[in-house]
């Protein structure tokens, strides 16, 4: 008797355990492709790579002076302009220059990865509504984003990717 017992109820639960797999819904969508075919994208990479040119240029001035300076340092030693001493404290000031030029370059680079998280991060939250709303009205438990390269297999009926593109009206 304990056994048929126990025989209809792991039956039971793996029935109930069968039944909530099969109720899950689950999607996939290539945000890749939604965020490359967004215009906001296109303009924001165009601020980025115009803000990026203009650190590389403010990058390039500083080392056209910094050259120069050298250089004339370079005549004025050659020319036994400068004492010991004087020759010492305008190699510092050479160094110092140099140094600055070398943390310009370090935090353009902070600064661009900044930027650019400044102009992408609200168009990502909006694909991510987009995601949610989409997922939410369609019953989908779980969304995959196809472009991360984990989805070994799936069938083209679950991919929302054009569904997320007509939310965001594109």
């Not at 296109?42 to 080392?63: D, F, H, I, P, V």
């Not at 300076?69 to 036994?80: F, S, Y």
């Amino acid at each position: 008797m304990k056994n048929t017992i126990r025989t209809v109820l792991s039956f039971m639960i793996l029935s109930f355990a069968f039944l909530q797999v099969q109720a899950q819904k689950i999607g996939y969508v290539d945000s890749q492709a939604v965020i490359a075919d967004m215009a906001e994208v296109k303009e924001a990479n165009s601020n980025l790579e115009t803000y990026g040119s203009q650190l590389q240029k403010r990058a390039e001035q500083m080392y056209k002076s910094l050259e120069t300076k050298a250089a004339t340092l370079q005549q004025k030693r050659d020319g036994g302009e400068l004492s010991p001493k004087q020759l010492e404290i305008e190699m510092a000031n050479l160094q110092k220059e140099e140094q600055k030029l070398i943390d310009f370059q370090s935090s353009s680079q902070n600064d661009i990865a900044a930027k650019q998280n400044e102009l992408l991060q609200p168009i990502l939250d909006r694909v991510q509504v987009a995601i949610d709303e989409v997922a939410d009205a369609e019953g989908y438990t779980y969304i995959f984003d196809s472009s991360q390269g984990v989805i070994l297999y799936a069938d083209d009926s679950t991919n929302i990717t054009s569904k997320v593109k007509a939310k965001l009206s594109m």
